[in-house]
């Protein structure tokens, strides 16, 4: 059974920066390409980012605009989410995901398992 943690999510003024984590457990996150998604206030989920297993291929929402870096590190299980310069309406939950296969999807559908997710509000 594969378990996600997300970590260090907070309230950060506009312009501002933080770095997510997204811990993994089991054998398989190596193998597997792993994607960040959030939910809005009243809004539906959407993807973020995506990165393939082995980290050389990565994939933005449009949204991203170059102000989001994705990366991971095999040998500590973790995916992370640099995120600079952001704005208010990046306010969200983020959540990381396991995909089903080592390629990368923006589709939440072709992901596996799911974090509980961490806040993220950025004031103005």
């Known amino acids: 059974q594969v378990q996600l943690v997300e970590s260090g999510g907070g309230l950060v003024q506009t312009g501002g920066s933080l770095r997510l984590s997204c811990a993994a457990s089991g054998r398989t996150f190596s193998s597997s390409a792993m994607g960040w998604f959030r939910q809005r206030p009243g809004k539906e989920r959407e993807f973020v980012a995506a990165?393939?297993?082995?980290?050389?291929?990565?994939r933005y929402a449009d949204f991203v605009q170059g102000r989001f870096t994705i990366s991971r590190v095999n040998a500590k299980n973790t995916v992370y989410l640099q995120m600079n310069s952001l704005k208010p309406e990046d306010t969200a939950v983020y959540s990381c995901a396991q995909g089903r296969s080592s390629g990368y999807v923006s589709a939440d559908n072709g992901y596996d398992y799911w974090g509980q997710g961490t806040q993220v509000t950025v004031s103005s």
């Open positions: 990165i393939n297993w082995s980290g050389g291929s990565t």
